[in-house]
């Protein structure tokens, strides 16, 4: 296992290597295996970014998110601004359902509201606003739709995260309840638990995900 000082390294150096961190702008701390990650970013696409990379780093336990996003010169939107830009990247969008989605913006944070059919409508929403200038935050409420949910969709998940070579997908296990779905079980990286937790939300009726995973990486 990593100790403190291996780990804040790599992360560093997991830094480095993504071109939208942005050089020593984030502070890394580490307390067995616990990454708290500070400082002032640009835009909140970067605050997203170094949360990703963290993820990457085999042996990350869990992240606490103590970054701020200030928009500064070029970077500054009113609120109006990034609504309407928001609006306006929905309406060309042949990805997400328009008429069902509602936008507020407040001090530069994004609250969506509506129902959608898919997460994965959702997740392209998200992917939408991040880069806009002048966001700091985004704060998704948005619903999906229940539709019927297939027999044995425990089964099915299983299989999809096996087929997906989600490499613990054996340790993995999958109940169900109506379409609420529970994953629990130990992984050894952040990134093998979001893998899951994606596979997981891509299954026909799920509605919402209950995220019991534990991350420990190995010795």
Known sequence: MKTDSELQSDIL?????DPLVPEGKVGVAV????VTLTGHL?????????EHAVARV??????ALEMKVVPAGTHQRSD??????????IEWSTLV?????????????VNLEGELNWDSERQSLERMILPLKGVVGLINHIVLKPIPVPEDLAGRIQKALTRQAAREARHIDVSVNGSVVT???KLHSSAEKAAAVGTTWS???VTRVVDKLTVEPQA
């Open 31 to 34: 307390s067995n295996g616990v």
């Open 183 to 185: 994953l629990t079980g």
């Open 42 to 50: 640009a835009t909140y696409a970067e605050k997203v970014a170094a």
């Open 58 to 63: 085999a042996g990350v336990k869990a992240v």
């Open 80 to 89: 109006t601004e990034i609504a309407a830009a928001i609006e306006q990247a």
């Open 13 to 17: 150096e997991e830094f480095l290597w």
């Open 97 to 109: 359902s328009k008429e069902k989605i509602k936008v507020f913006v407040e001090n530069g944070w």
């Open 203 to 205: 299954s026909p009726g």
